[in-house]
């Protein structure tokens, strides 16, 4: 796999468009960071299915997990907000997301897939964005955290 960046998938936004799916970024209660090893390669102009938590790339046979502490399906991001920090900016930004426990152990995370769990059309658990960690990260017996960027999950300039 070539990890190489972070993106939006391009479908979600279409499909927001659309109609044909609908998300409440700030207050569905099941927006989740599943973490991926290195064997699939994210890709953000994939079809809306093939952007689903256990599909394609994203399958849990790719997903790293401890199953206290950043189980499969991941774990929940909380604290999400949208702000207008500057002008012609929206930024969808959310707390950083730790392992739920400080005895966790996971290898070879390159990244993660963000997702809302309660999303059923046009495909269950259709994927929004997905985050490049810059290599391969893990903890041994810790607490693992996703730091999200200063920028926030996504930033969009209109």
């Known amino acids: 796999m070539a990890w190489t960046e972070s993106r939006a998938f391009r479908q979600y936004f279409a499909d927001l468009a659309d109609n044909t799916t609908a998300m409440d970024f700030v207050t569905d209660a099941s927006v989740k960071a599943a973490l991926y090893n290195n064997t699939g390669t994210p890709d953000r102009d994939v079809?809306?299915?093939?952007?689903?938590?256990?599909?394609?790339?994203?399958?849990?046979?790719?997903?790293?997990?401890?199953?206290?502490?950043?189980?499969?399906?991941?774990?929940?991001?909380?604290?999400?907000?949208?702000?207008?920090p500057s002008t012609g900016v929206v930024m969808y930004d959310a707390a950083d997301t730790a392992s739920a426990n400080s005895n966790t152990t996971l290898a070879s995370v390159y990244g993660c897939l963000v997702y809302d769990?309660?999303?059923?059309?046009?495909?269950?658990?259709?994927?929004?964005?997905?985050?490049?960690?810059?290599?391969?990260?893990?903890?041994?017996?810790?607490?693992?955290t996703v730091v999200w960027h200063a920028n926030g999950l996504m930033r969009i300039t209109v």
């Open 47 to 84: 079809s809306a299915a093939n952007s689903a938590y256990n599909v394609g790339q994203w399958v849990t046979g790719n997903e790293v997990i401890d199953a206290s502490g950043w189980p499969a399906g991941g774990q929940a991001v909380g604290s999400r907000t949208i702000t207008t």
């Open 117 to 144: 769990d309660t999303i059923a059309s046009p495909v269950a658990d259709q994927g929004f964005s997905y985050h490049y960690f810059g290599g391969t990260q893990s903890v041994t017996a810790g607490t693992f």
